[in-house]
């Protein structure tokens, strides 16, 4: 039975150390000893076990090379690693090599296996305090239910339970817009688990090489406590901080033609890695094997993952929403109550891609009395103040004078100047109050 527990680690972080671990009485500068040790601890690690044992020798001269220039003859050990980091990556030309001075992730690392601060024991604390990256959940206009992953963290016998909740929370949705953008990447498990909501059950979908072992494979899962998530529209958010696990999700995306990607290039990191312990307080992070997905016959190393709609970082969100409700709006079957919904929904979405602006004058000019209601002007913006009501400042939302109200999603004016027209999402007809 294969072993996918930690295939990826995350891309460029560092093991935080929990409460429980105790970092060893580690010296705050570097002696020449502690400096010589770990270099060697380190050439060691990447002669015998990185994935490419033709770069290996290429390493580890460019290690002895900084060496012999006194390019590590310094006493702060963040700068060591920061020094050791950028050689790693130049040689290997890997995103998963690097070097951290952390001396409460090499406490971890270094506790005997089966404690209760080894590192397993510490991944998993830290999975349970993220809610194992499942970190925000919403539903925006038009029933559109958003996810944003932060990271992908897995813990045994509990992750499974958090992602089922998460699952069963969009399946109620029109469409599905799932945030990967800035997540470094995590663990195996969570992406099949993951994925395995978006295909049927038993789809070959990775293959995972080490050297001359046996191939390891990576299959959809066949039962899903929360079921499958094949109908509604599909749109995961990307850019250059979704590296690692995360891309390897976006990969299965874009092979599986599973839906859209929205975003910019990810960060082109596919390499399997280890965080492993140097003395005398880092850890170091060395690619070991490499996925070959069952499409492509190959991986996103290096070349990152291509989004489907480009969009700027900030953006990704109102653009993927903007897609999923102009798609919603052309699906066959969409109830008149539903296409009130989208087309709602999307005119607050047009607006903050296409911002409407008006000048202070024109503003004043919609000042005044509405039947009960006031409209006044102050600090660039006008406000509404209705009796027993709180005052709702008005943001502009097209160029004919549609105004929404803060924090009221659901109901907006039209200023005309000569009258207000208050509409509700779920009345087809405005009601209009003569400016007195």
Not at 220 to 234: D, F, I, S
Request: net charge negative.
């Amino acid at each position: 039975m294969m072993s996918l527990r930690l295939v990826w680690a995350l891309l460029g972080a560092l093991i935080v150390c929990s409460a429980h671990a105790q970092a060893p009485p580690t010296p705050l500068r570097l002696s020449a000893a502690d400096r010589a040790a770990a270099l060697q601890a380190i050439a060691k690690i990447f002669e015998e076990q990185y994935v490419f044992p033709q770069l290996r020798p290429q390493i580890v001269a460019r290690l002895d090379a900084a060496k012999d220039e006194g390019r590590y003859d310094v006493d702060d050990p963040i700068v060591f690693a920061e020094r050791i980091t950028q050689d790693l990556r130049e040689a290997s030309h890997d995103g998963h090599a690097w070097l951290s001075f952390d001396p409460a992730a090499y406490a971890a690392s270094s506790a005997p296996a089966g404690s209760e601060n080894d590192a397993e024991a510490f991944w998993r604390r830290r999975a349970i305090r993220n809610h194992h990256g499942l970190t925000e959940m919403r539903i925006l206009g038009g029933n559109v239910r958003y996810l944003k992953i932060s990271g992908f963290e897995w813990a045994d016998d509990v992750t499974g339970a958090a992602y089922d909740a998460a699952m069963r929370f969009l399946k109620d949705g029109d469409a599905v817009i799932i945030d990967l953008r800035g997540n470094g990447g995590g663990s195996h498990p969570a992406v099949r688990y993951l994925v395995s909501h978006f295909m049927g059950g038993n789809v070959l979908e990775m293959t995972f090489l080490e050297g001359s072992k046996l191939p390891e494979q990576s299959r959809t899962l066949e039962y899903l406590p929360a079921g499958r998530l094949q109908g509604a529209p599909l749109y995961v958010l990307i850019d250059g901080g979704t590296a690692s696990a995360a891309e390897a999700f976006a990969y299965d995306v874009q092979q599986f033609k599973l839906g859209e990607l929205v975003g910019t290039r990810t960060a082109g990191a596919a390499n399997n890695n280890n965080l492993l312990p140097v003395t005398p307080g880092f850890i170091l992070s060395v690619s070991y094997g490499r996925p070959v997905h069952a499409v492509s016959e190959t991986n996103w190393e290096g070349v990152g993952v291509e989004p489907t709609v480009g969009a700027q970082s900030l953006q990704a969100l109102d653009v993927a929403e903007s897609l999923a409700l102009t798609r919603l709006e052309q699906a066959a079957g969409a109830t008149p109550e539903q296409l009130a919904e989208y087309a709602w929904a999307k005119i607050a979405v047009e607006a903050r891609l296409h911002p409407v602006t008006f000048t202070p004058a024109r503003l004043k000019s919609l000042a005044g009395r509405y039947g009960r209601a006031d409209v006044s002007f102050r600090d660039g913006a006008l406000w509404l103040t209705r009796p027993d009501r709180p005052t709702a400042r008005l943001s502009l939302l097209t160029a004919d004078g549609l105004f929404a109200l803060a924090g009221r999603d659901g109901v907006r004016v039209r200023l005309t100047g000569r009258a207000m027209e208050m509409l509700w999402v779920d009345e087809p007809t405005p009601r209009v109050f003569p400016r007195s």
